[in-house]
């Protein structure tokens, strides 16, 4: 069964909002993370916007320089 695009978008923004506030906590910039992370600034703004679907590469290097386990990204309600 494949995934409704709808429900792919909203877990987007979900998981871009939950990136999003682990940065904030950790008093990073977008272009702090980018950084670490060799993207542009205007990747992390796209990813904490909900509007592109990332890799888990991707998921793995936002945790990494955010200091984070990988599975924290996911601690967003359904």
Known sequence: MSINNKILVAYQKK??????????DKELSQLDVASVCDYDKTTISRIENGRTNI????????????????????????
């Open 55 to 78: 890799t888990l590469k991707t998921l793995l290097n936002l945790a990494r320089a955010m200091e984070v386990d990988i599975s924290q990204l996911f601690e967003f309600r359904d």
């Open 15 to 24: 998981l871009g909002q939950r990136i999003k506030e682990i940065r904030e």
